[in-house]
Antibody
Framework: QGQLVESGGGVVQPGRSLRLSCAAS????????MHWVRQAPGKGLQWVAV????????YYADLVKGRFIVSRDNSRNILFLEVNNVRAEDTAVYYC???????????????????WGQGTTVTVSS | IVLTQSPGTLSLSPGERASLSCRAT???????LAWYQQKPGQAPRLLIY???TRATGIPDRFSGSGSGTDFTLTISRLEPEDFAVYYC?????????FGQGTKLEIK
């Protein structure tokens, strides 16, 4: 079925950078798109970024565009999120999630985010 | 595209039927719409994708419907474990977003 384990969270000062990781196991990593989703304390889910299975397409939420960078290493089955110039509003639990998505016969398909990690907490504080 | 869920909170009793709404600001393909359940302290769980297809292992009391701008998640007979927060979610080829969530609480 698959497992995702995030790491890299912690307390970070405003303006600094950090890199989150998501280690995948139990499935063929390079067959799946991967998302980052975050949740601020007491708030709802906020979609952050997606990278397609082969890294060919990357999309970001407007709130993080230009500061966050999503990447993946399919040889090591790891997803990354580089968070730059962190702000107080970046404080959240960050989840990675697997998505069966892509193109078949030139038609886009998406079967949802069916495997999630347990999340890693980022706290921005001076 | 913005997804707006209603109501914000729904208070019902076990055994009752729940209807949760998700409205989009623009018409979207039903294949782009998913529903998730989240319980406190847990990661979200995929319930429905393609607006109406249940994910693996999801009980058949959960159903999804809708098209265009209006989508609905229905829970036919509430079980105690169904009380949680529910989110709709858009995944087009280049647009992605969550609704703000509906909290389903025990009356």
């Amino acid at each position: 079925q698959g497992q995702l384990v995030e790491s890299g969270g912690g307390v970070v000062q405003p303006g600094r950078s950090l890199r989150l990781s998501c280690a995948a196991s139990g499935f063929t990593f390079n067959n799946y798109g991967m998302h980052w989703v975050r949740q601020a304390p007491g708030k709802g889910l906020q979609w952050v970024a997606v990278i397609w299975n082969d890294g060919s397409n990357k999309y970001y939420a407007d709130l993080v565009k230009g500061r966050f960078i999503v990447s993946r290493d399919n040889s090591r089955n790891i997803l990354f999120l580089e968070v730059n110039n962190v702000r107080a509003e970046d404080t959240a639990v960050y989840y990675c999630a697997r998505a069966d998505m892509g193109y078949k016969n030139n038609a886009y398909y998406n079967y949802g985010m069916d495997v999630w990690g347990q999340g890693t907490t980022v706290t921005v504080s001076s | 595209i913005v997804l707006t869920q209603s109501p914000g909170t729904l208070s019902l009793s076990p055994g009752e039927r729940a209807s949760l709404s998700c409205r989009a600001t623009q018409s979207l393909s039903s294949s782009y719409l998913a529903w998730y359940q989240q319980k406190p302290g847990q990661a979200p769980r995929l319930l429905i994708y393609g607006a109406s297809t249940r994910a693996t292992g999801i009980p058949d009391r959960f159903s999804g419907s809708g098209s265009g701008t209006d989508f609905t998640l229905t829970i036919s007979r509430l079980e105690p474990e169904d009380f949680a927060v529910y989110y709709c979610q858009l995944s087009s080829s280049s647009l992605y977003a969550f609704g703000q969530g509906t909290k389903l609480e025990i009356k």
